[in-house]
């Protein structure tokens, strides 16, 4: 690396960091507004950023307990999928983001319905992927795929969240679940 490459990426690195810390205090300020109005994961934005950077033990445990935040909430936010927060996505999540924009020509003109994933769903996909990289047992793996079904069934999803990403995380485990009994 040159040493502009390198400071372009220090500065990358600080700018994704300071955006998680500032939108994890609006998850703060939000969660003060609403009270007990909505159920609020309030550092779904901070676990986000931890699996960016590859910390998946922090992100493992504050999606964790996103999702037992979240499960049997009657309402919760959702996360944007737009263009600034695409970079702390991973792969996937762009990918299907991208799908379901190709493929329902209405979702480019209703960004606000198709084009955000809830925060269960984000919590869930997190958990489930942090769980697969750090080679955990079946038995957690099962139970986040219990966790799922009872997302599929307690709440209303919008496209993105029931026809790929929770369908995604599901298969993911299933795979690696079989691959494990041969």
Same mark, same amino acid.
């Given at each position: %690396?040159?040493?502009?490459?390198?400071?372009? /990426?220090?500065?990358? !690195?600080?700018?994704?960091?300071? @955006?998680?810390?500032?939108?994890?205090?609006?998850?703060?300020?939000?969660?003060? *507004?609403?009270?007990?109005?909505?159920?609020?994961?309030?550092?779904?934005?901070?676990?986000?950023?931890?699996?960016?950077?590859?910390?998946?033990?922090?992100?493992?445990?504050?999606?964790?307990?996103?999702?037992?935040?979240?499960?049997? @909430?009657?309402?919760?936010?959702?996360?944007?999928?737009?263009?600034?927060?695409?970079?702390?996505?991973?792969?996937?999540?762009?990918?299907?983001? @991208?799908?379901?924009?190709?493929?329902?020509?209405?979702?480019? !003109? *209703?960004?606000?319905?198709?084009?955000?994933?809830?925060?269960?769903?984000?919590?869930?996909?997190? %958990?489930?992927?942090?769980?697969?990289?750090?080679?955990?047992?079946?038995?957690?793996? @099962?139970?986040?795929? !219990?966790?799922?079904?009872?997302?599929?069934?307690?709440?209303? %999803?919008? /496209?993105?969240?029931?026809?790929?990403?929770?369908?995604?995380?599901?298969?993911? /485990?299933? /795979?690696? %679940?079989?691959?494990?009994?041969?």
């Amino acid at each position: %690396m040159t040493p502009t490459e390198h400071s372009t /990426s220090n500065l990358v !690195e600080l700018l994704q960091k300071s @955006a998680a810390e500032h939108l994890t205090i609006f998850r703060h300020m939000e969660a003060r *507004d609403l009270c007990s109005a909505a159920k609020i994961a309030t550092t779904d934005f901070e676990a986000l950023y931890a699996y960016k950077r590859g910390d998946c033990q922090r992100c493992l445990q504050l999606s964790t307990q996103n999702v037992h935040t979240l499960l049997y @909430a009657v309402y919760m936010p959702d996360v944007p999928i737009i263009p600034e927060f695409i970079q702390l996505l991973d792969d996937d999540i762009v990918s299907l983001t @991208a799908l379901t924009l190709i493929v329902n020509p209405q979702c480019k !003109e *209703d960004h606000s319905w198709y084009v955000c994933i809830s925060q269960l769903t984000l919590s869930l996909y997190l %958990m489930t992927q942090c769980q697969l990289k750090q080679r955990r047992s079946e038995t957690e793996l @099962a139970r986040s795929l !219990e966790f799922i079904k009872v997302a599929y069934k307690r709440h209303p %999803m919008r /496209s993105i969240d029931r026809l790929e990403v929770l369908k995604t995380i599901a298969h993911k /485990s299933l /795979s690696c %679940m079989r691959q494990n009994l041969r």
